[in-house]
């Protein structure tokens, strides 16, 4: 057998089984939706293709192939990126995913692709037989203590009304974020963040100030405009459309004398302020922590996620002691709060690259591992 390319309505099959376990909170029909929309972004359209395995014209097993641009020390590399590995249920160990994998590697060896790059939401060592190796496996995870009543922020912080607000956007579907800003002091400079919705209308905003931030980064993947839409595109439509009170995408910009410095994106549900990515040079990424941490205390969440790169910004010491007594958040905080971060194995998201040069043999050994969680193809 060999790979097939397939469009949208030949993996019809394939949808209406992955529907059962990969929808996220989706109606079945609006699953469908979501494939079609996806497929047809212009984004997907240069980038993405899906690529079967067929025995006697029936699907027996796809995966989506895709292309993605690598960055590392200043040079740019052909990635393929894998996802969506899937065998149909009636074909099922019978070897068709490893001759997929196999067809694969093969394929992007033969179109002068660089490496390989996935991110497993299933045990390594199937991905391992194909010389894929692990780019940062660990979750970081900060508990925050309980504060009764309105938290008395210092003088030199100060929140807007609506910074308290609850910003679980799963909690109404027709409730958009609600907009919010935070002036701090660090160091004697003054610094304002502003959060709300990530929308299409920052898309420039935010393609602009990662491509600055790539470029002080050890490696990284390339993202322009059309590849945040096709991402945000996402985003919104679950937002929108999934039964699981799925949580709209936020993004804070911070800013000192009117001048832009770069932005955070991340989602709030549970109790929990998931990190997805700070996006901004070291002068702008201790006031980002600090707003996010203000934020967290006046909405009273229980816990701040993130994946392992993050914690490089508390290196080499790996805490937020110092931050939290900088901007003056040890006066509200329990005495005993250390500010520790803690970090436990990813069961999703592995980040896996294989190489097809030598340039990029020991990009696995980087650690912190630098890929964020919007990096998830």
């Known amino acids: 057998m060999k790979l097939e390319p397939a469009d949208w309505q030949t993996l019809l099959p394939v949808f209406r089984e992955t529907f059962k376990i990969w929808s996220p909170g989706l109606s079945r029909r609006d699953y469908l939706e979501y494939q079609l929309k996806q497929a047809n972004h212009p984004w997907a359209r240069r980038n993405l293709r899906h690529l079967t395995l067929k025995r006697k014209g029936k699907i027996v097993s796809s995966m989506k192939f895709s292309t993605i641009e690598l960055q590392a020390r200043g040079l740019s590399y052909k990635l393929a990126g894998i996802g969506a590995v899937y065998t149909q249920i009636d074909c099922r160990h019978m070897g068709y995913a490893s001759e997929l994998m196999e067809a694969a590697v093969e394929l992007a060896e033969s179109e002068n692709y660089q490496g390989m790059i996935l991110f497993s939401d299933i045990d390594c060592e199937f991905y391992a037989r194909f010389g894929f190796e692990e780019i940062g496996a660990a979750d970081l995870l900060i508990h925050l203590p309980f504060i009764k009543g309105k938290p008395a922020f210092p003088s030199h912080i100060s929140c807007e009304d609506d910074c308290g607000a609850n910003l679980n956007n799963g909690a109404a579907k027709n409730d958009s974020a609600k907009n919010g800003s935070i002036s701090l002091t ?4 003054s610094f304002e963040l502003h959060h709300e919705q990530f929308l299409p209308e920052h898309l420039d ?15 990284g993947i390339v993202r322009d405009r059309n590849y945040f839409s096709y991402k945000l595109m996402r985003e919104m439509f679950l937002h929108s459309h999934s039964r699981l009170a799925w949580p709209a995408l936020n993004i804070t910009k911070v800013s000192t004398n009117g001048m832009p410095g770069g932005y955070a994106i991340t989602e709030s549900a549970g109790g929990v302020l998931r990190i997805l990515e700070i996006v901004a040079p070291q002068e702008f990424r201790e006031p980002i922590w600090a707003g996010l941490l203000v934020r967290s205390l006046k909405e009273k969440l229980m816990r701040i996620r993130a994946w392992e790169g993050l914690a490089n910004d508390f290196a080499p010491s790996f805490n937020l002691k110092q931050l939290i007594n900088k901007c003056g958040l040890d006066e509200i905080l329990p005495s005993g709060f250390k500010g520790q971060l803690n970090y436990y194995d990813r069961s999703w998201g592995r980040g896996m690259i294989l190489p097809f040069e030598d340039k990029l043999a020991e990009l696995h050994l980087t650690a912190p591992c630098p890929l964020v969680e919007l990096d998830h193809l």
């Open 186 to 189: 660090l160091d004697g400079k």
């Open 205 to 219: 905003f935010t393609a602009r100030h990662y491509m600055q931030w790539l470029s002080r980064q050890p490696y």
